[in-house]
């Protein structure tokens, strides 16, 4: 691609930084409302913008918004000015993708993965996944985020604790992948990816947000303040492993625990409980297969399961007083059979005040959440206040080294 800068001053993008950031957490923004934001004069926030503008950082949208003289346009981040690598690990498959800046998918392809293979086998497989696509349409690499099957240290981007990744434990993924791209890389539960996808993706927005994914495991993800909530080691939402008693027989968890609540109303525990009724099912797919044929058993234990999950989740609710609560995952696609139970009990089970204006939806399963929740994660980390100078720094010397 020729860009039509002829000699470009990295140093122009000194002090650019905090308008950057403000319209990257917009949806755009005026002049006006830019000016007041920063504080800046008129004439130092120009300079600013022409200097975004000219490094193709920031640009005007077609639409425009009332002002007190002619309409004027909003500006925003240009959503082409770089891509950032996306990678999806499942249980048997990794999606990668290249994204823009806002972020939408580009180019993607899907790579096998067997969780034995380890660490570095698999990053090196990523790594050329993402080599091939930047051949077929790149740009700056703003940055690399991974969605993992696992629980994860954020900060120090390990997996930790048991998970179907044996023996990842002690690779530095980020680490790894920052060296390999020259750009920050993040990486991710896959489950706290999915919340901000919904989080992000949606109308609503709510400060503090519950998203519950019910597929063959189940998993939750927490936003408070409008950012994820990690805990003190990234172990914060792991809502499936809550255990309750009440009755003679608690069922085993494949934790190894007793009265989990995934084992009263995750995918594999409901599979288990219709084999035992001579039905053959194997995971929380099979278990929708019945609902949808209408078999009153497999109603009935989803049912259940709406219940099991609404006496966790009101737990969670009466902590967090989150505004929103959204359900995903395969279960979810049982709809009212599963939503139900949940809405009944929470109510049943929490104060008024917690419930009152509490909204509860059910999230539809998109195959690309945690893809886009990967870069969406590596957006907000590039365009953070503590971020974005390193961010204009390598942008100003990749523009520069080809003008
Ligand atoms: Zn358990």
């Known amino acids: 691609m020729l860009l039509t800068v002829p000699s470009f001053d990295p140093a122009s993008l000194e002090a650019t930084g905090s308008v950057l950031v403000l319209l990257a957490a917009s949806r755009g923004l005026s002049r006006a409302e830019l000016t007041e934001a920063t504080g800046l004069s008129r004439v130092t926030l120009g300079q600013r913008l022409t200097a975004l503008g000219t490094a193709q950082l920031v640009r005007e949208r077609d639409d425009t918004v009332p002002s007190g003289g002619r309409p004027t346009r909003l500006l925003d981040v240009a959503d082409d000015a770089a891509v950032i690598l996306a990678a999806d690990m499942g249980e048997r498959h990794i999606r990668l993708a290249v994204t823009d800046l806002s972020p939408a998918i580009r180019h993607q392809e899907t790579v096998d993965f067997q969780p034995g293979e380890g660490a570095l086998a698999a990053l090196e497989r990523i790594a050329a996944g993402f080599e091939r696509l930047l051949a077929r349409g790149g740009g700056f690499v703003a940055g690399v985020g991974l969605s993992l099957p696992a629980p994860v240290d954020h900060r120090a981007g390990r997996v930790v604790g048991p998970s179907i990744l044996h023996g990842w434990d002690d690779f530095a993924i980020g680490d790894w992948l920052r060296d390999r791209f020259d750009a920050p890389a993040v990486a991710e539960n896959d489950v706290n990816l999915m919340t901000l996808f919904e989080h992000r993706g949606g109308e609503r927005r709510d400060d503090a947000f519950l998203f519950v994914k019910i597929g063959t495991g189940i998993g939750s993800g927490i936003v408070t303040d409008g950012r994820l909530y990690r805990g003190a080691q990234g172990a914060a939402g792991d809502i499936g492993h809550i255990q309750f008693f009440g009755d003679d027989a608690p069922p085993l968890c494949r934790c190894g625990k007793l009265g989990c609540l995934e084992a009263r109303a995750a995918g594999w525990a409901l599979a288990r409980d219709l084999r035992a009724l001579g039905f053959e099912a194997e995971d929380a797919r099979d278990v929708i297969a019945l609902v949808n044929r209408e078999v009153p058993e497999a109603i009935a234990l989803v049912r259940g399961a709406g219940q099991a999950v609404g006496a966790a989740l009101s737990d969670a609710v009466s902590i967090l007083n989150p505004g929103h609560v959204a359900i995903g995952g395969t279960l979810a696609q049982a709809g009212d059979h599963l939503m139900d139970g949940i809405r009944e009990t929470i109510r049943e089970r929490c104060l008024p005040l917690a419930t009152r204006d509490l909204v509860l939806t059910h999230a539809p ?23 974005v100078d390193r961010f204009l720094g390598r942008y100003g010397a990749w523009m520069a080294a080809r003008a």
């Open 365 to 387: 399963t998109s195959d690309e959440a945690c893809l886009i929740g990967a870069a969406m994660c590596v957006r907000e980390r590039i365009f953070a206040a503590e971020g």
